[in-house]
Each structure stands twice: as structure tokens, then as C-alpha cells.
């Protein structure tokens, strides 16, 4: 059954409760760091609380399910992006949240070209 959060036990200490919404977002800022990684729609990775919209959190009995969706620039490699961004993810998410993660799910939903990377006005 999934969860809006996992808890981590830490019995001397009490415990640690780490929500979806902060798993989504470690997951969208390390998938900016991929080379040939956009967003869907184009323009900058966001940061923030917009990051979350491209990654779907599933938790259950302390394990993690990612799905992201993403672009790929046009010239990589949607294979090799997708491998690298299932990589990145798992070793981000496992490191800063100490929970396993059972899948990273890539869902390549757009190639994204060149002039759809930048934001308008600003030049190239």
C-alpha cells in the first residue's frame, strides 16, 4: 500500500519521517544533473517545488518506487540518458534518504530540440 511518507526508525532517538514530496524532489534535482536531460516541455530543469511534477513516489514497507518524466535532448542517446538518469537517481535518493530503491522507471515522453532548450529572450 503506498504512503505520503516512509519512517525510518531510529529507536535511541525517536523517529524519522521523510515525506514523498522530499524523495520526488531529491529525485528531479539529480536527474538535472544527467547530461541530455530536459524537461518535457523544454527550457531549464526546474528546481524546486516544480521538480516534483516529473517524478512519481511510491512507498511501501520502506522501499522506493521512482517514475520520471522527462525530454531528451536531441543528439544523445535516449538509451544512454535513461540508463545514466536510473543511476544517478537511485545512488541520489538511497544516499540522502538511506531508504532502498527497488526501481527508477524512465518514461522518455519528449525529444527536445535545440531552440526548445532555451527560454525565450535569451539568446542562444
Known sequence: MARDEETLESPAEGQISISRDVIATIAGLAAGDVDGVAPPRGGAMPRGDA?????DVELSEGRVRLTLRVGVLYGHRVQEVSQRLQTLVKEEVERMTALPVDEVNVEVVRVVFPEDGRRKG???
Open 122 to 124: 535569451r539568446p542562444a
Open 51 to 55: 521538480v516534483r511534477r516529473l517524478v
